[in-house]
């Protein structure tokens, strides 16, 4: 199954009109160095020893807070790890996953989010983080 791929402005119109969710699946250090206003995260690497690991807990713990029916929008930094989670959810049976080009922080002729001037936060309330999710 393809995963759709919109840049940052429409991610941001299918939270604000569609209802989406907007998950950030990059690493806990990361997202609180900032990250979409409003988003969950649940990193689907987390940073070890030897660099990135997989989550074993991604898709059980994207399937108890928000539902193989939810509408999700996933951004992580550039795209890559976000592609390969909306990919990871399509084939465990989620419905409507759809992956935030470019991501955060932008790739070469795609700026991301931040540099959208989209909303930033840094701070996010316990039940939106790894730490209140898992």
Same mark, same amino acid.
Not at 28 to 51: D, K, M, S
Not at 101 to 117: K, T
């Given at each position: ?24 699946? +990059? ?7 900032g990250h979409p ?10 940073? %070890?020893? +030897? ?62 989010? +931040?540099?959208? %001037? ?7 309330? +316990?039940?939106?983080?790894?730490? %209140?999710?898992?």
């Amino acid at each position: 199954m393809s995963v759709k791929r919109v840049p940052p402005a429409e991610a941001k119109r299918l939270v604000d009109e569609d209802g989406y969710v907007y998950v950030d699946v +990059r690493s806990v250090p990361e997202f609180e160095a900032g990250h979409p206003e409003g988003a969950y995260n649940v990193p689907i690497t987390h940073l %070890g020893p +030897r660099g990135a690991e997989p989550n074993a807990q991604f898709v059980a713990v994207m399937e108890k807070r928000f539902g193989k029916d939810a509408k999700l929008v996933l951004g992580c930094q550039s795209g890559g790890r976000s592609l390969h989670a909306a990919s990871t959810l399509l084939s465990a049976g989620f419905k409507s996953v759809v992956d935030q080009a470019a991501g955060f922080g932008g790739v070469p002729g795609l700026p991301g989010w +931040r540099s959208l %001037g989209l909303p930033v936060a840094t701070a996010a309330p +316990r039940e939106r983080t790894w730490e %209140g999710l898992k």
